[in-house]
């Protein structure tokens, strides 16, 4: 495929490697005759190692075939995190290593994962928009504090820390943007 083809979340192989595009920057120079840029910041599959390429808008670039397949979280086994497929249960284990700062989000019998696979094999975890998770840990509100909107830090039950507003209290269910990791209301 040309590179002014690809798109977010494609993967493409690079020197025998496998990489995710992430984000992608476009440059066209001024005046006549100036071939348009593309900048790609990649991240291997598996390992998730940054790489930046930078190619010509009509340089080829190899796609990879990768499917995905709507997971839910099961259990840790050891290091490992092991998701069931929804249609018909396959179970597929990741590494630690793969699912990388996404565990901060994974907690039992959560749906709505995507497992990424190459070859049959789960090489990547794309996480829900969002999650609910309990608070352990947080301040107490201030009296009168509901008229200033300071945030405070809370301790979720998977071990991150977020900031949330002054008057959500320990026990709450919070809703976690996942792609930020902000605060993203509270959760039914």
Do not use: C, W
């Amino acid at each position: 495929m040309k590179a002014y083809d690809v798109k977010k979340g494609n993967v493409i192989e690079h020197n025998g490697t496998v990489y995710q595009v992430r984000d992608i920057e476009r440059s066209s120079p001024q005046g006549r005759g100036g071939n348009v840029k593309f900048r790609f910041t990649m991240y291997s599959v598996p390992g998730g190692t940054k790489f930046d390429l930078s190619a010509g808008a009509e340089d080829e670039l190899k796609e990879v075939e990768l499917s995905r397949r709507q997971a839910t979280y099961s259990y840790k086994d050891g290091d490992a995190f092991v998701f069931l497929d929804d249609e018909d249960y396959t179970p597929y284990t990741l590494d630690a290593d793969v699912v990388g700062d996404a565990a901060g989000y994974i907690i039992a019998d959560l749906g709505g994962f995507y497992v990424q696979i190459i070859d049959d094999l789960p090489v990547g975890l794309q996480l829900p928009a969002s999650v609910s998770l309990e608070v352990i840990e947080t301040p107490p509100e201030l009296k009168g504090g509901t008229a200033t909107k300071r945030p405070k830090p809370a301790k979720l039950e998977t071990g991150i820390e977020i900031m949330v507003p002054e008057y959500i209290g320990t026990g709450e269910r919070v809703l976690v943007n996942t792609a930020t990791g902000e605060f993203a209301g509270r959760a039914d």
